[in-house]
């Protein structure tokens, strides 16, 4: 399977240059923000949605590349971070874009005068931790190294949410507990579902409990490229996206990255205002504030290329929303085999060798080599007297039972034991809720930054 580094595939190169950072007129200052259609969408309505929440107090981890957390738009908002890898933080990244594009959708703050200038993220509030991880040579092919380690991470250093703006077409069973342990850990995990158009999708956007999103454009369509399949279940704008950079200030491009920051920064906004849901409430929320475009209503939900359909996060973060079951429509991660187990390594010391039972069940009994020769040798004695009595009986003339009543000493086993019967493994049935829907990315008023 072809396995995509990130899910942006950049268009339109850099926009407006580098001395945008500070000396450029007002006017090239002001196309950044204008450019940013999401914020002036109906959908998102920014202004209103910066009245409701901020994403303040939320941290979000940002797998990835790395951040440049020096970037004007994102200074004093990005932590240390960490390296999984190669080690070292993961704040200082110079040399790709990705993961500064990402954090500066989630929590970008602007810059300049009443910060008017640059890019602004949907949660400019939220904290980014950044977790790099290696991504292959080339960027197409290969395996992403240190996936499990960076979710691990994330989850141990306070992030709440988790934005996976990469694909891997297959996990290893320590990658798949680590989204597991994610989830055990009420950590919200948003993944993109990839740019290739098909129903690839890769493990990491099929993993349950996961968050999936595909992309759609200004008119709540679905992008071409947007991947599909069963497993998504929310999308956001992902086409003609403006963000910063590491090695150009600013750039737009196109991809399912994008709408899956969009979709995390969401997360953070509401788990910064309900603090007290739980990530699959907080999905709950997310899908029942969902809108489709105009010739989609009435359509079967979850849709295998909308999902619920695209995020409305002021409807998100104000309808009166019931919280719902914990899990909300994420599915539960089934329990996953250690890394040794049928790897044809190491075996787990507790376990019975095979080919041993008899030996393990004398050893679960509780009873030593010594202990059955001592009884071994009280049966013998038993035996001769019982020999001797009879025949001094038969001398007698009398024939009565032995000592011990009839059957002899001993008599029958113990009580048994009932068997274990566990039930199935309960997955959460279908999501039934069917999310109304609104005019999908018409423009609002101009948006201004929230107050500081």
């Keep these: ?114 910060r008017s200038d640059g890019v602004m993220g949907l949660a ?18 290969g395996s992403i190294e240190g996936i499990a380690s960076a ?6 250093n306070g992030a709440t ?7 891997q077409a297959m996990l290893s069973p320590s990658e798949k507990q680590a989204i597991a342990y994610a989830l055990s850990h009420d950590v919200l995990v948003v993944a993109g579902s990839g740019n290739d158009g098909s129903s690839n999708l890769g493990e990491i956007a099929t993993s349950p409990g996961v968050v ?16 599909y399949g069963p497993e998504v279940m929310l999308t956001a704008p992902g086409v003609h996206i403006t963000s910063a950079g590491a090695t150009e200030p600013y750039h737009q491009a196109s991809g399912t990255s994008d709408s899956t920051a969009y979709v995390s920064a969401t997360a953070a906004l509401l788990r910064s205002k309900f603090p007290k849901l739980t990530a699959g409430q907080i999905a709950n929320r997310l899908v029942k504030s969902a809108g489709l475009p105009a010739d989609k209503q009435g359509m079967k939900l979850p849709d295998q290329h909308y999902g619920y359909g695209f ?15 914990k899990n909300g429509p994420l599915k ?9 187990a049928g790897s044809g390594g190491a075996t787990d010391p507790s376990a019975p060798a095979k080919g041993n039972e008899q030996a393990t069940e004398q050893s679960d009994s509780g009873l030593g080599t010594g202990a059955i020769v001592g009884i071994a040798a009280g049966v013998l004695v038993v ?26 000493y001993g008599g029958p086993g113990g009580p048994g034991f009932m068997p274990q019967q566990p039930g199935p493994y309960q997955q959460p049935g279908p999501y039934q809720q069917q999310p109304g829907a609104a005019p999908a990315f018409p423009p609002a008023p101009p948006t201004q930054p929230p107050g500081q």
Excluded at 14 to 23: E, I, T
Excluded at 311 to 325: D, K, V, W
């Design 1 to 114: 399977m072809r396995l995509t580094r990130t899910l942006r595939a950049v268009g339109g190169g850099v926009v407006a240059g580098a001395l945008l950072f500070g000396a450029a007129p007002v006017a090239s200052a002001d196309d950044i923000r204008d450019r940013q259609w999401p914020l002036s969408a109906n959908s998102f309505d920014a202004k209103q949605v910066w009245k409701a929440s901020t994403g303040k107090g939320v941290t979000v981890a940002v797998i990835d590349d790395g951040v440049d957390g020096s970037h004007p738009d994102l200074k004093g908002s990005v932590l240390a971070g960490k390296d999984v890898v190669k080690g070292g933080p993961a704040n200082q990244e110079k040399k790709v874009d990705h993961g500064t594009a990402m954090a500066s959708l989630i929590a970008g703050h602007g810059h300049g005068p009443g």
């Design 124 to 141: 400019p509030g939220a904290k980014i931790l950044p977790v790099k991880v290696s991504m292959p040579e080339g960027g197409a092919f």
């Design 151 to 156: 979710v691990r991470y994330a989850v141990d």
């Design 161 to 167: 949410v988790i934005n996976m703006s990469i694909v």
């Design 212 to 227: 999936t999103v595909g992309a759609v454009d200004q008119a709540g369509k679905l992008w071409d490229n947007s991947n």
């Design 311 to 325: 995020i409305r996060p002021l409807r998100a973060l104000t309808e009166n929303i019931p919280a719902g079951s």
């Design 332 to 340: 539960t991660p089934e329990s996953q085999p250690s890394p040794s």
């Design 383 to 408: 035996v001769a007297v019982i020999v001797i009595l009879v025949v001094r009986q038969k001398k007698n003339g009398r024939n009565g039972p032995p000592p011990g009543g009839p059957g002899g």
